[in-house]
């Protein structure tokens, strides 16, 4: 992320993005949910803030995992 946006909430409004993104996929095929690297230690605690769950540690990332259930549940309770 460019470092003019860091704070600004803009990180957060990419990942609602993506789980909207996901759950129009999920309207026309089958979905199990969204994955992200996590590549820096304020990446992951940013990405368990947002409900990601933790899937494994790799050599320059941290791979973590959204079920398709959570993001259907996280747009159905904001409307």
């Known amino acids: 992320m460019d470092e003019g946006?860091?704070?600004q909430d803009i990180a957060k409004i990419m990942v609602v993005d993506a789980?909207?993104?996901t759950l129009l996929i999920n309207e026309n095929m089958g979905v199990v949910?969204?994955?992200v690297d996590?590549?820096?230690d304020d990446l992951v605690t940013f990405y368990q803030h947002c409900g990601?769950?933790?899937l494994q540690k790799e050599e320059l990332t941290a791979k973590f995992?959204?079920?398709i259930d959570s993001i259907v549940a996280?747009?159905?309770d904001r409307k």
Do not use: E, S
Request: proline share 5%; hydrophobic share 50%.
């Open 5 to 7: 946006c860091q704070g």
């Open 19 to 21: 789980m909207r993104r």
């Open 33 to 35: 949910g969204l994955f």
């Open 38 to 40: 996590a590549k820096d």
């Open 52 to 54: 990601f769950i933790f």
């Open 65 to 67: 995992w959204m079920p």
């Open 74 to 76: 996280f747009f159905k």
